[in-house]
């Protein structure tokens, strides 16, 4: 009997931090109105499919045992979602290699949606138009499209109505992952209950002791944006902002000593990313993020510290543009 081996198609999928993430009161559907600005980040989950009998879906590396395998895994929903799209029946294999943290607040499971349409319309030989593939990334989760997308881009709306942003030059990152996770839910919940109750972040939550801006609401990207198209890191610091971030603190309070401890060590500006718990902190070059990593992971403030930079692409298939 013949046995086919079928090579998998392997796609790269990286990680997001919100440089800014404003926050809007919530809508009648429940989702809060968002004005952000992403940037992808050399961090990244493989995403690998072969042809199988069924779907499945295996997970492997960075905290796995907290990831379900079944239809409640954001890969076998994209896998179910484009087989639906194009009227086929979801039959794959689909491993996924986590180097994201899970419940981190840098879009994980997003990505691995995304790495799975890349991958299956690539396996299935459906070459979708981008707008067929933006769309159904668009009804897998607000953060989909982006991953897709990669880059550095302004999201509004749920954060899936995307503008490409210009920018100079990279940007260097040191991120802190912490010890457990954050539920996004839990932390726009944390955001809505602290607003209501018109309740202050607190004295004394940045490295120097000054009082942080706690519930103020972010205003306008613009000087961000300005930053990034004048590719000076030492702009961008100041600018960065995280309407989460006064929830992700109340909820765990233990980050406010990371981000002091990864200023005190030389960054220009931590942030919580996204929802939280993973610290996120701005460098003045490749060397300083260096330097700054060494010296946080000698700190025990967190789990695990990695260097990372963006902007980066969205999801590919490796070895697509022969450099891989
Ligand atoms: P975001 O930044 O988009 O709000 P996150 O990075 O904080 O999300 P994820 O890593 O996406 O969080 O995981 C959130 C939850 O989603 C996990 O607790 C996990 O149970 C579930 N989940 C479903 N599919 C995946 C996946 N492929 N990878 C990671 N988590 C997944």
Redesign the pocket.
Not at 21 to 48: I, K, N, W
Not at 122 to 148: C, K, N, Y
């Given at each position: 009997m013949l046995t086919v081996v079928h090579e998998p198609v392997v796609v790269q999928v990286p990680?997001?931090v919100n440089l800014h993430l404003g926050v809007g009161d919530p809508r009648p559907d429940g989702y809060h109105e968002l004005a952000t600005v992403f940037q992808a980040l050399s961090l990244h989950?493989t995403v690998s499919v072969v042809p199988a009998h069924g779907l499945e879906?295996r997970?492997r590396g960075e905290?796995?045992r907290?990831?379900?395998t079944d239809n409640?895994?954001?890969?076998?929903?994209a896998a179910e979602a484009l087989a639906a799209h194009v009227g086929r029946e979801p039959k794959a294999r689909i491993t996924?290699d986590?180097g994201?943290?899970?419940?981190?607040?840098?879009?994980?499971?997003?990505?691995?949606?995304a790495g799975t349409l890349v991958a299956l319309d690539a396996m299935w030989g459906l070459d979708l138009p981008r707008d067929d593939l933006r769309r159904i990334a668009a009804g897998l989760?607000?953060?989909v499209p982006f991953i897709l997308l990669g880059g550095t881009a302004l999201g509004t709306g749920r954060g899936e109505d995307l503008t490409t942003v210009l920018t100079r030059n990279s940007c260097h990152w040191v991120l802190a992952f912490a010890k457990g996770?954050?539920?996004?839910p839990d932390?726009f919940a944390e955001l809505d209950r602290l607003r209501a109750k018109g309740l202050s972040d607190g004295p004394g939550d940045d490295a120097q002791g000054r009082r942080q801006p706690g519930l103020r609401r972010l205003g306008s990207a613009d000087d961000l944006l300005q930053a990034l198209a004048a590719g000076d890191a030492s702009r961008l610091g100041p600018v960065l902002g995280n309407d989460l971030q006064a929830a992700a603190l109340s909820l765990r309070p233990d980050l406010r000593r990371t981000l002091a401890a990864g200023e005190r060590a030389g960054a220009l500006r931590g942030i919580v990313?996204?929802?939280?718990p993973?610290c996120a902190f701005l460098c003045a070059d490749e060397d300083a993020a260096l330097a700054v990593s060494l010296e946080l992971a000698g700190e025990g403030v967190c789990r695990t510290v990695r260097v990372a930079s963006g902007p980066v692409p969205g999801a590919r298939v490796l070895g697509d543009d022969h450099d891989d």
């Amino acid at each position: 009997m013949l046995t086919v081996v079928h090579e998998p198609v392997v796609v790269q999928v990286p990680a997001k931090v919100n440089l800014h993430l404003g926050v809007g009161d919530p809508r009648p559907d429940g989702y809060h109105e968002l004005a952000t600005v992403f940037q992808a980040l050399s961090l990244h989950d493989t995403v690998s499919v072969v042809p199988a009998h069924g779907l499945e879906v295996r997970v492997r590396g960075e905290g796995s045992r907290f990831v379900p395998t079944d239809n409640r895994n954001l890969a076998w929903r994209a896998a179910e979602a484009l087989a639906a799209h194009v009227g086929r029946e979801p039959k794959a294999r689909i491993t996924v290699d986590k180097g994201i943290p899970v419940a981190g607040g840098m879009a994980g499971g997003s990505a691995d949606a995304a790495g799975t349409l890349v991958a299956l319309d690539a396996m299935w030989g459906l070459d979708l138009p981008r707008d067929d593939l933006r769309r159904i990334a668009a009804g897998l989760g607000s953060d989909v499209p982006f991953i897709l997308l990669g880059g550095t881009a302004l999201g509004t709306g749920r954060g899936e109505d995307l503008t490409t942003v210009l920018t100079r030059n990279s940007c260097h990152w040191v991120l802190a992952f912490a010890k457990g996770g954050l539920s996004t839910p839990d932390v726009f919940a944390e955001l809505d209950r602290l607003r209501a109750k018109g309740l202050s972040d607190g004295p004394g939550d940045d490295a120097q002791g000054r009082r942080q801006p706690g519930l103020r609401r972010l205003g306008s990207a613009d000087d961000l944006l300005q930053a990034l198209a004048a590719g000076d890191a030492s702009r961008l610091g100041p600018v960065l902002g995280n309407d989460l971030q006064a929830a992700a603190l109340s909820l765990r309070p233990d980050l406010r000593r990371t981000l002091a401890a990864g200023e005190r060590a030389g960054a220009l500006r931590g942030i919580v990313s996204g929802s939280g718990p993973t610290c996120a902190f701005l460098c003045a070059d490749e060397d300083a993020a260096l330097a700054v990593s060494l010296e946080l992971a000698g700190e025990g403030v967190c789990r695990t510290v990695r260097v990372a930079s963006g902007p980066v692409p969205g999801a590919r298939v490796l070895g697509d543009d022969h450099d891989d």
